[in-house]
Each structure stands twice: as structure tokens, then as C-alpha cells.
């Protein structure tokens, strides 16, 4: 038994070191688009899904406003989905100082759809521009985020997606500082599995926050191309149904194309943040589902392990070598990754999400694809 115990967790992390070489290789392979600095570009609605975000919606829509797009070209379209806050209000306050901004406004319950994908759905139907930008409500982005994205539109494009970073609070404690930043870390650190993935022509995921997708995805499919039944995942939906349909998805790599975002702000909600994006996995058809389950029984025998102290078993080379083959592939790869980004790498910070990074996947994954989780007040079950 022992035996294929050491079989089974070492075969895991050699397929888990070889896995982050591949997509070293994805990652050099990604390269910058050319930004066209002409005025005859796309037409491209940017949908804004909302709900309670009186905090950030203003800044959100102000730095829509401020991209060096040409305004005739672009309208921003603030989906404001049944918000019991002071949204509505600074919604209209901006309306009058915004040309190319419009409001929709959702008063009734979802229904059997999710409430953001209903959001998107709702927007999708008032607009006729043929590819449409995602993002969120408490998003920042770069002025020249859309001409960045509509640089990469192409026939055959089908999703094109960029990182979101978290902005740290800076009025906040030096203690919430430092797990924000771990959190920004390993919010980052997935961001560049998917980019090197891209870089192999492999899709895996995409970003919500921080998206750009051919109209045609709804048009084919509708409700389908969500998955509208899944609470969460309208963006791993969106891509697979790329996939399906032969459309070429992108990741961008640019300055230009990273969305700053806001961090949770308690450690529960951050475990209950990625317990809500592990939900969708189950209903995806991904052809990495198995590489993902001998991951995660790697993870899990790597921390279930010391616990043979308790029966005289435990070796201590063992150990140390399956926890190289964690941490040494983990920390080249995120390395060259955040060179290629052009972000820093606070050491301190990464150390100590190393520490937690299994205990908090297995737990987190674990939470969303057996208990549920909460999502803008509601609870969600598996």
C-alpha cells in the first residue's frame, strides 16, 4: 500500500513539473498586439454587469469613459441588476455627464438563469456591435484597454481575455496588506496557467473581469453558450463554446489589457471567492479534467503526508522530493511569469502563499464543488 501510495504522488508531481514546463513554453511563446492607431476601428460594445457596487461603479465607469477609443465607436452599456444601494443613483448622475453610456435596468428576479448571466444575456440582446467587452463593476482600467483589445480582433477571433490584478487598499493594516498581496499572488499565479495554456493553443479559462468575445457565441447558441443554469463561469462557458465552434481565443499579454480590481477583504471570502469559481469545472467538457483530478490528489497527499509520523512510515527524502516538485516548478514558472508581465514579485509574500497555497486549493475546491458558496448575498448549493 505504501508503495502506491509513493507511485501515485510521485507520478503527480512529475506530470504537475512537466505540466508548468509546457506552459513555460505557452508563455514565451505570447506576444504583444500591435496597437492600430488609426480611427477605423470596430465598433465594440463594453458590458458592465452590477449589482450593489455604489463603492466602485463611478471609478469603473469613468475609466471606461476616459479610454483613448474614439467615443463614436464604443458605448458602454452598465447592466444594473436589481441593486438596493446607491448604484442606481450614481448610475443616472453619470448619464448626464457620459455620452456613450447607457443603462439597462433588471427589476425582476433571475429566474432559472444565473443573476450575472442573466445580466450579460439581457445586454447581449440590446446591442448589435459584433464583439462585445466584459468586465466588471469594480474594475480600473488602462486608457488604452479597449484599443488593446480591438488590436487583437481578427475573423476567427472568438474570446480574447487579459490578467486582473488586485490593488491593495493602502489605508488598510499591514497585516491585510500582506494577504492581499498573497491572495493578488495566487490570483495572479492562475492567470498565467491559462496564459501559458493559450501560448500552447490549449483553452482552459478566461477572465470575466477582463474579456472581449465574438457576438456570434450568443447568437449560435444563446443561454447555452453560459451554461445559464451554472451560477458561475460565464467566462469558462464562453470559451469552450469557442472552442467547439473553431473560433482562436487569445490571451493578451500587454500593460494595456490588465484590469486592476479590488481584493476580498476577509480570508473566508477569498476561500468562498474561489470555492465559487471551482463550482463550474464539474459542468464544463474539458479534456483536462483528469490531469486536474491527479493534480489534486497530489496536492492532497502531499499535505495528508506527514501525518505517517504518526505510524513509523514517514521518509523524510520522500517528503522534501515531493515538495521540490511543487515548489521548485511553482516558483521558476511564477518567476519568469511575472517578468513577462512586467509585475513584482514580493518574495515574503510568495513565501508564505506557498505555505498555504495546497491547504487553501484543496479546502477552497473542496467548499465549491461539494457545499456551494455566496455570491452577492445568495447562497448557492453544489
Known amino acids: 500500500m505504501q508503495h502506491f501510495f509513493h507511485y501515485f504522488t510521485l507520478t503527480g508531481g512529475t506530470i504537475y513539473a512537466v505540466l508548468l514546463f509546457f506552459f513555460y513554453r505557452g508563455l514565451r511563446k505570447l506576444q504583444p498586439v500591435q496597437l492600430d492607431p488609426g480611427n477605423d476601428l470596430p465598433t465594440i460594445a463594453v458590458v458592465v454587469a452590477a449589482h450593489n457596487e455604489e463603492e466602485h461603479i463611478e471609478t469603473t465607469v469613468w475609466s ?39 443603462i439597462v435596468t433588471i427589476k425582476e428576479p433571475p429566474g432559472d438563469i444565473s443573476p450575472k448571466k442573466r445580466a450579460l444575456l439581457t445586454a447581449v440582446d440590446t446591442v448589435q456591435t459584433e464583439f462585445i467587452a466584459g468586465t466588471d463593476g469594480d474594475c480600473v482600467h488602462h486608457p488604452d484597454w479597449l484599443r488593446n483589445f480591438a488590436s487583437a480582433i481578427s475573423d476567427d477571433l472568438g474570446v480574447a481575455t487579459a490578467m486582473t490584478i488586485f490593488a491593495k487598499n493602502p489605508h488598510s493594516s499591514l497585516l491585510k496588506q500582506f494577504w492581499q498581496e498573497m491572495q493578488n499572488i495566487e490570483q495572479i499565479s492562475e492567470h498565467l496557467i491559462t496564459a501559458g495554456a493559450s501560448g500552447l493553443g ?37 470559451i469552450q463554446a469557442a472552442e ?37 469545472i464539474r459542468f464544463g467538457d474539458f479534456k483536462a479534467l483528469p490531469i486536474l ?18 505510524n ?46 495546497i491547504p487553501f486549493i484543496l479546502v477552497s475546491a473542496m467548499k465549491g464543488i461539494l457545499f456551494g458558496f455566496t455570491w452577492k448575498g445568495t447562497k448557492y448549493k453544489k
Open 312 to 357: 513509523g512510515h514517514f521518509d523524510w527524502e520522500f517528503f522534501v522530493l515531493i515538495l521540490g516538485l511543487k515548489i521548485i516548478p511553482d516558483t521558476a514558472y511564477i518567476v519568469y511569469g511575472f517578468s513577462r508581465f512586467h509585475l513584482k514579485l514580493h518574495w515574503i509574500n510568495y513565501i508564505a502563499m506557498q505555505i498555504l497555497h
Open 64 to 102: 471606461l469613459a476616459n479610454q483613448t477609443y474614439p467615443p463614436d465607436r464604443y458605448e458602454i452599456v452598465v447592466v444594473d441588476d436589481r441593486s438596493s444601494d446607491r448604484t442606481p443613483e450614481i448610475l443616472q448622475k453619470l448619464l448626464s455627464d457620459i455620452e456613450n453610456l447607457r
Open 202 to 238: 490549449l483553452t482552459l479559462s478566461a477572465n470575466g473581469g477582463n474579456i472581449l468575445f465574438n457576438r456570434a457565441l450568443y447568437q449560435h447558441s444563446g443561454k447555452l453558450a453560459l451554461n445559464g443554469e451554472v451560477t458561475s463561469g460565464d467566462d469558462f462557458f464562453l
Open 293 to 310: 483530478i491527479l493534480i489534486f490528489f497530489f496536492y492532497l497527499m502531499v499535505l495528508l503526508y506527514p501525518l505517517t509520523l504518526f
Open 244 to 280: 467547439k465552434r473553431g473560433y482562436r481565443t487569445r490571451f493578451l499579454i500587454d500593460q494595456a489589457s490588465i484590469v486592476h480590481s479590488n481584493p476580498e477583504e476577509t480570508i473566508p471570502e477569498v476561500i468562498n471567492q474561489r470555492a465559487r469559481w471551482a463550482s463550474k
